[in-house]
């Protein structure tokens, strides 16, 4: 993997956490770490191995409501960054919360305002219409 620059990285991390918020996240931060490692063996007084590592990980963690997740990959280039950013999810609980704070309006309306939240609002839809046998106008 070819070395990638401090500020490219700063770059990306803040294109991610940009990400995750078009995802649904309310906050999300950023994790790089990168490390290298030298073991060196020695046996009877003598030089036995050398080995040599590197590794490079990036983390990002979301939070929704008072849940929070954290993903995590080995690919620093950016190319899978809108993957890691597009598993923030409404998790049904909270579906679930939303629904109790509707039904204490005569009218309400719940919004899912980008397109990967588009299967949270069909959960939605389902989780009402499986309560109260209706079928609401969801547009």
């Not at 070819?2 to 500020?7: F, G």
Request: proline fraction near 1%; charge should be negative; charged fraction near 30%.
């Amino acid at each position: 993997m070819a070395e990638v620059k401090t500020d490219d990285l700063l770059s990306r991390a803040a294109d991610l956490v940009a990400l995750a918020k078009r995802s649904g996240a309310e906050a999300a931060d950023v994790v790089v770490v990168k490390s290298q490692s030298l073991g060196i063996s020695w046996r009877l007084g003598k030089l036995e191995d050398v080995e040599r590592s590197e590794s490079s990980d990036l983390g990002l963690r979301v939070f929704a409501g008072k849940r929070q997740a954290f993903v995590s990959s080995t690919d620093l280039d950016g190319k899978g960054f809108a993957a890691l950013a597009e598993r923030v999810r409404v998790a049904d609980a909270d579906l679930g919360r939303l629904k109790s704070t509707c039904e204490e309006y005569d009218d309400a309306y719940a919004m899912f305002t980008n397109a990967s939240m588009h299967t949270d609002a069909i959960r939605f839809r389902d989780l009402v219409r499986s309560a109260s046998g209706e079928h609401p106008n969801f547009e």
